[in-house]
């Protein structure tokens, strides 16, 4: 089992930032990757960003150039940090887990609103 811990979600103004942060517990030896993904209402659930125990990062489009992950091994967590946020990037954003071998594991979700 693992368990995930997400805060840092809120309101806030266009173009402002917000930053997400997720730590890890519990059997956490068999985490390939942590991430972010975003389902917004009415929408399926998307990736934002994940990156691997090893660095590789991976972004969506729409986030490229706003949004950083970074990953601290030591804590085992992982951090979004926001800028330059829009109104379609409101949504709730889920921790997620990636494991070798499954299940993976997500987070309870943290709101994000982006609104003037």
């Known amino acids: 089992q693992v368990q995930l811990v997400e805060s840092g979600g809120g309101l806030v103004q266009p173009g402002g930032s917000l930053r997400l942060s997720c730590e890890a517990s519990?059997?956490?030896?068999?985490?390939?990757?942590m991430g972010w993904y975003r389902q917004a209402p009415g929408k399926q659930r998307e990736l934002v960003a994940t990156?691997?125990?090893?660095?590789?990062?991976k972004y969506a489009d729409s986030v490229v150039g706003r949004f950083t992950i970074s990953r601290d091994n030591a804590k085992n967590m992982v951090l979004l940090q926001m800028n330059s946020l829009k109104p379609e990037d409101t949504a709730v954003y889920y921790c997620l887990a990636q494991m070798f071998f499954p299940p993976d594991y997500w987070g309870q979700g943290t709101q994000v609103t982006v609104s003037s």
């Open positions: 990156i691997t125990t090893g660095g590789s990062i």
């Open positions: 519990g059997s956490i030896f068999n985490m390939y990757a």
